[in-house]
C-alpha cells in the first residue's frame, strides 16, 4: 500500500475516528524502512498513479505481532481497570 | 558494511521521499477536484492537511542522518556563506576579535611561563628558602646550627656567590659562579648529565678544588666535550678539576644569581662560626608530610634558642616557599597584565556583540522565513551561535598568530629581573586556554543576538515587506548596556595606563644625585693574578687610574668597589665615638664604599661640605672618611657631622678610628624609586689588608667628553699591558645602567599602554558602529523631523543626547570600578595614589574626546539628511 492509500485507509476504517496528521506518516515510514520492517517500492497503482507501496518484511511481521500483543494486553488491562471501577 | 551503502544511497533516499510526498499531494489534490472542489482550493486544503511538507521532508531524511553531526556541517556551510557574503563584516569581527583572543593568550602564555610552570627541580613545591627578611643572606653560624637542629626538613643547603677569574685562557675572564654546599644538589632532586655532584667531605678547605659545569659552560668553554670530566679549570689563580656537567634546562639559583655557569663546593672552613657575615641564601627541602607553617614554627623555635646564646644574630629570619621568593615580586604586575587583557579582550566582544545585533536586525526577515519554513527556535540559535564560534574560531586562528609575534615582542622587550621569561612559549596550558577563552567569546558575544533574533514575531517581520522595522525597547536597552559597559572598561584600562604614566613620569624625575651622561663603568679584577697581594693590588689600579686619565678624550675617571644601582650592596656596623655601646644587633650601619681620590669627580657627586677625598689620605695619615647627607642626618641630627669620629665594627678588634671629612649628596643606592639609606665611602688605600683582600674586584668609572665606548678599547689594552691576567667585565654606560634600572615600569607601562591604547580604539569604533547604525535607522525619522521644520541642532541632539547619557553613565560606573582595582596595582605604582584624581579627569577628559568624535561624524551625517530623500528612503 502507498502513503496517501494508508491514509485513506485508516480514515475510512476507522470511521474518521483516527484523524492523523498526513504529513507525520512519512516520517514515521522512513523510520520504519531504517529499521527493515517494511520494504518499499515503486509501481503503478490502481489509480494509473506513479506510486511508492509498502509491504512488511519477515521482521516486520514478527514485530508486528509482538507490538500488536503488547497493546492488546495493555488495552485488556486498562478494560478490566474501568470495568472495576464501574462495579 | 550496512552504513556505507546507506551513505551512497542516501541522495537516491531522499529523492524518493520527496517524490513521494508529492504524489501524495498531487493525489489529494485530484481526490478533492474530484469531489468537487475548485483546483486552487484543493490545493490550500490539500496543504492545509498535510502540514508543513518541507519539515516532513526533513524530518524524513533526518530519520536517516547523524542528526547532530550533519546539521552541524550544513550550520557551517551556511555560516560561511553568510560570512563570505558580508566580507566587510566578518573581516572586522576576526580582527576584533584576533586583537582580544591574541593579547590574552601573548600574556597568559607569559604568566603560564612564569608564575604557574613548577620550577624546574624535583616536586619543587616543597622547596623553600631561609633569608633574612625574605630577602638577605644568613651568616655561616647561624646556618649550620639550624642544619643541625631542624627536624623538619629532609635536607638544607646553603650557596653563596662567586665571581672568579678564569684564566689560563686567551682572555681571561671574570665568571658568575656559586660556592654550593654538598647537600644543594640532591635536595634539588636533578641528576648531572656527566660526572658526580660534590661530596660532604669536599666542604672541607683544601678538598674544595672541584667544578660542576652548567651544560653553557660546558658547550661554550669546552666545546661540549665528553672527556671534560678531570679536565683543569683555574679559578682566582688555582686549580679546579671539573667533576660534572648539570642538564640543558637546570637552572641554579633561581631568583638571584641567576647567570651562575659553574658551581664549586662551598667550604665555610674558619668562618663556620661567624654569625656576622651574613653571604649564604639558604635552600631546604620540606620532610614529606610536614606544612611550611610546621616548619616556620620549628625554625623560629631554634631562633630563639640562639637569640639567647648570641643576642642579636637571630631574629627576623623568613622561611618562604622557593617559588614564591622567585615569583612573588613580579605576580602583582603580571595579573595586573592579565585583568587589562581580559578588559581588551571583553571590549572586543561587546564590539562584535554589538556588530552582530545591528546584523540581526537586517536578517530578522532571512530568521522568519527560515521559521516559516519550520526551523525551530533551538535550530535558529543553534546556526546564529555557529556563526559566531566560526567567527571566534577564525579570531583564534589569527590571534595565535598575533600571539606568537606578541609573545616574541615581550621576550625581546622583557627587562632583567622577570624570572623564567626565556621559557615563555605557546604549550598545552595555554592552547586550552586559549580554547578555552574563544569558546566563552564566541558564546559571550553570539548568545545574546541569537536569542534575540530568534524570538522574531513571525506575522510582524513578513508583513513589513521589506522595510527596516523600527527596533523594540527591548534591542535598543540592550545596545545601550553594551555600550556603557565598553566605556567602562575603556576607562578602567585607561586609569590603569593613566596611573603607570603618571608613575612613569614620577621615576623620570627622580635625581640619581649623579650625572650618568657620558660615564662608561667596567669591573676590573686582578685576583688570583701575580699581583693579588695588596701592595702590588693597590699599585696596579692607581697605574690604572693614572694611565686611563691620560688617554685622550676622557676627561675625569675613578674607582669604586660597588657602582652605585648595578653594582653590590654591602653593610657595614660601626660604633660612634663617645655613645654608648649599642645592644647588640642594634650597632649602627651603612653603606660600604669604597673610593679612590677622584671619584666623586668622575660622577658629578657634588660634595655638600668639607672635603673629597685627598690623595694625601694613605696608609700613614689618619683615617678618614666621607659620608652621604643622609648618614649625617641620621647619626648627628641638627649638628656639623664633619670633624666626628667612628669605627668599623665587625671585622677586626680596635679598628681605627674614622674622621668624617666631607658630606656627599644623596645617591641612588640600588633601587631606583628607594629613599637613600646612610652610606660611607672609606678610601682604599686606607683599608686594612683584610679589608682590601675582601674587594676582589674594584669598579673603574670614566668620564669622556665624546661616546663613552669610543675610549673602550684604549682602556682595555693599558690594563691588560699592566696585567695581562686582568679581567675586564660587566661593561655599561651609566644612561644604560639607569635605563636598566627603570626598564620594569617602563615595560609594564608600554604594555598596558598599548592595552588601553586597543581598548580605546575599539571602544571608539564601537560607539561609531552602534551611532552611524541608528542614524541611518532614523534616516526617516530625521527626514520627517526635518521636513516638519527640525534644525541641524536639534536633530544633532536627539542622535546624540541619548548615546551620550550613556557613555556618562558607562564612565561613571568605569571609575568606580577602576578606583577598586587600581588598587590592587599600588605595587606597582610610585609618587601617585591609586585613586589620583588627576588620572581620573584626563581619563574622563581623553574618552569626551574620543566619544564626542565618535558621535559626532554619524551624527553630522544626520544633519545633512535632505528630508525629500529621507522620506524616500527605502
Known amino acids: 500500500m502507498h502513503g496517501y492509500a494508508l491514509v485513506q485507509h485508516i480514515k475510512r476504517t476507522s470511521d474518521d475516528l483516527l484523524q492523523i496528521d498526513e504529513g507525520s506518516l512519512y516520517p514515521a515510514l522512513q523510520r520504519l524502512l531504517k529499521e527493515e520492517l517494511v520494504e518499499a517500492e515503486w509501481g503503478i497503482s490502481s489509480t494509473n498513479r506513479r506510486v511508492r507501496t509498502y509491504r512488511l518484511t519477515p521482521a516486520g511481521i514478527k514485530h508486528l505481532n509482538q507490538e500488536v500483543s503488547n497493546f492488546e494486553r495493555m488495552l485488556e488491562g486498562v478494560t478490566r481497570v474501568l470495568a472495576r471501577g464501574e462495579a | ?874
Request: with cysteine; charged share 20%; net charge neutral.
Open chain 2, 1 to 874: 558494511m550496512n552504513w556505507i551503502k546507506r551513505l551512497l544511497g542516501r541522495r537516491r533516499l531522499y529523492t524518493d521521499l520527496s517524490q513521494e510526498i508529492r504524489e501524495h499531494l498531487s493525489e489529494k489534490i485530484e481526490d478533492l477536484v474530484a469531489s468537487g472542489m475548485s483546483r486552487e482550493e484543493a490545493t490550500h486544503a490539500a496543504r492545509r492537511e498535510f502540514g508543513n511538507a518541507t519539515l516532513i521532508e526533513e524530518r524524513g531524511r533526518e530519520v536517516w542522518q547523524w542528526l547532530s553531526m550533519e546539521s552541524l556541517i550544513a550550520d557551517i556551510r551556511y555560516a560561511l556563506r553568510m560570512l563570505r557574503k558580508n566580507p566587510a563584516f566578518t573581516v572586522v569581527a576576526i580582527l576584533t576579535l584576533a586583537l582580544g583572543i591574541g593579547a590574552n593568550t601573548a600574556i597568559f602564555s607569559v604568566v603560564n611561563a612564569v608564575l604557574l610552570r613548577p620550577l624546574p627541580y624535583q616536586d619543587s613545591d616543597r622547596l623553600v628558602v631561609v633569608l633574612h627578611y625574605g630577602v638577605a643572606p644568613v651568616s655561616p653560624g647561624n646556618f649550620l646550627d639550624w642544619q643541625r637542629q631542624n627536624h623538619v626538613f629532609t635536607a638544607m643547603g646553603a650557596a653563596e656567590y662567586w665571581t672568579p677569574n678564569l684564566t689560563g685562557i686567551d682572555e681571561p675572564e671574570r665568571v658568575w659562579a656559586l660556592h654550593i654546599s654538598s647537600d644543594i644538589l640532591p635536595l634539588l632532586g636533578v641528576q648531572p648529565l656527566l660526572g658526580r655532584m660534590f661530596l660532604k667531605e669536599e666542604e672541607q678547605k683544601g678538598r674544595d678544588h672541584e667544578v660542576i659545569l652548567s651544560y653553557g659552560a660546558w658547550q661554550k668553554r669546552f666545546g661540549g666535550s665528553a672527556g671534560v670530566i678531570g679536565r683543569p679549570m683555574t679559578l682566582d689563580g688555582e686549580r679546579y678539576v671539573v667533576v660534572g656537567v648539570m642538564p640543558r634546562d637546570f637552572k641554579f639559583a633561581p631568583f638571584w644569581a641567576t647567570k651562575a655557569e659553574l658551581w664549586a663546593p662551598l667550604a665555610l672552613g674558619d668562618r663556620a662560626a661567624d654569625r656576622g657575615g651574613n653571604s649564604l641564601r639558604i635552600f631546604a627541602r620540606l620532610k614529606p608530610g610536614i606544612t611550611l607553617e610546621q616548619a616556620r614554627s620549628e625554625m623560629s623555635g631554634i631562633n630563639s634558642r640562639l637569640e639567647k646564646e648570641y643576642p642579636g644574630t637571630s631574629r627576623d629570619y623568613v622561611v618562604l616557599p622557593l617559588k614564591e621568593r622567585v615569583v612573588g615580586d613580579i605576580r602583582p604586575a603580571l595579573l595586573v597584565l592579565l585583568g587589562a587583557v581580559c578588559f581588551v579582550l571583553l571590549i572586543a566582544c561587546a564590539n562584535v556583540a554589538h556588530m552582530m545585533l545591528a546584523r540581526s536586525a537586517v536578517r530578522q526577515r532571512e530568521v522568519a522565513v527560515r521559521t516559516a519554513l519550520g526551523a525551530g527556535r533551538g535550530r535558529i540559535i543553534r546556526q546564529l551561535l555557529t556563526e559566531s564560534l566560526l567567527l571566534t574560531l577564525a579570531g583564534a586562528g589569527a590571534g595565535l598568530l598575533l600571539a606568537l609575534w606578541g609573545i616574541h615582542v615581550l621576550v625581546a622587550l622583557s627587562p632583567a629581573g622577570i624570572p623564567r621569561v626565556q621559557t615563555v612559549s605557546i604549550d598545552a596550558n595555554v592552547l586550552v586556554f586559549m580554547f578555552v577563552v574563544s569558546v566563552l567569546t564566541g558564546l559571550g558575544f553570539g548568545l545574546v543576538p541569537a536569542l534575540r533574533s530568534s524570538a522574531v514575531s513571525l506575522n510582524d517581520s513578513l508583513k513589513e515587506g521589506g522595510r527596516g522595522s523600527i527596533e523594540g525597547a527591548r534591542g535598543q536597552r540592550l545596545r545601550g548596556l553594551l555600550m556603557a559597559s565598553e566605556f567602562a572598561m575603556a576607562v578602567i584600562l585607561l586609569v590603569g595606563a593613566g596611573l603607570m604614566i603618571r608613575s612613569f613620569i614620577a621615576l623620570q624625575s627622580i635625581d640619581p644625585g649623579f650625572d650618568p651622561d657620558h660615564v662608561l663603568t667596567l669591573v676590573v679584577s686582578v685576583t688570583g693574578s701575580q699581583s693579588a697581594d695588596a701592595t702590588s693590588k693597590a699599585a696596579f689600579y692607581g697605574q690604572v687610574l693614572e694611565q686611563v686619565r691620560a688617554l685622550p678624550g676622557v676627561q675625569s675617571a675613578g674607582v669604586i668597589n660597588h657602582l652605585p644601582l648595578a653594582g653590590d650592596l654591602w653593610d657595614r656596623t660601626f660604633a660612634i665615638e663617645g655613645r654608648a655601646a649599642p645592644r647588640p644587633g642594634e650597632a649602627p650601619d651603612a653603606i660600604y664604599r669604597v673610593v679612590w681620590p677622584g671619584y666623586f669627580h668622575a660622577m658629578n657627586i657634588p660634595i655638600l661640605r668639607g672635603r673629597d677625598i685627598a690623595r694625601s689620605d694613605g696608609m700613614n695619615s689618619p683615617g678618614v672618611v666621607v659620608v652621604n647627607d643622609a648618614l649625617a642626618r641620621q647619626f648627628w641630627p641638627g649638628q656639623d657631622a664633619i670633624g666626628k669620629r667612628f669605627a668599623l665594627t665587625g671585622s677586626l678588634p680596635n679598628a681605627p678610628w674614622l674622621t668624617v671629612v666631607g658630606i656627599t649628596k644623596d645617591v641612588i643606592e640600588k633601587d631606583w624609586a628607594h629613599p637613600p639609606d646612610p652610606e660611607m665611602y672609606l678610601p682604599y688605600l686606607q683599608l686594612s689588608e683584610a679589608d682590601q683582600a675582601f674587594l676582589h674586584y674594584l669598579t673603574l668609572v670614566v668620564r669622556t667628553a665624546g661616546e663613552p665606548t669610543s675610549v673602550l678599547p684604549e682602556i682595555r689594552s693599558q690594563i691588560l699591558r699592566l696585567n695581562q691576567d686582568a679581567t675586564i667585565s660587566q661593561v655599561d654606560t651609566m644612561p644604560a645602567v639607569i635605563r636598566e634600572a627603570t626598564a620594569q615600569p617602563r615595560f609594564y607601562l608600554l604594555l598596558l599602554g598599548a592595552f588601553a591604547a586597543i581598548a580605546l580604539t575599539l571602544a571608539a569604533v564601537g560607539i561609531y558602529g552602534v551611532m552611524s547604525y541608528s542614524v541611518s535607522r532614523r534616516t526617516h525619522e530625521i527626514g520627517i523631523r526635518m521636513a516638519l521644520g527640525a534644525k541641524a541642532p536639534d536633530v544633532l541632539k536627539l542622535v546624540t543626547r541619548q548615546d551620550m547619557l550613556l557613555a556618562l553613565w558607562g564612565a561613571m560606573a568605569g571609575i568606580v570600578f577602576a578606583l577598586a582595582l587600581a588598587r590592587g596595582m599600588s605595587s606597582l605604582l610610585y609618587g601617585v595614589h591609586s585613586d589620583d584624581p588627576l588620572t581620573i579627569l584626563g581619563v574622563v577628559l581623553v574618552l569626551a574626546i574620543v566619544g564626542l568624535a565618535a558621535t559626532y561624524i554619524p551624527a553630522r551625517r544626520a544633519t545633512k539628511v535632505d528630508p525629500m530623500v529621507a522620506l524616500r528612503y527605502e
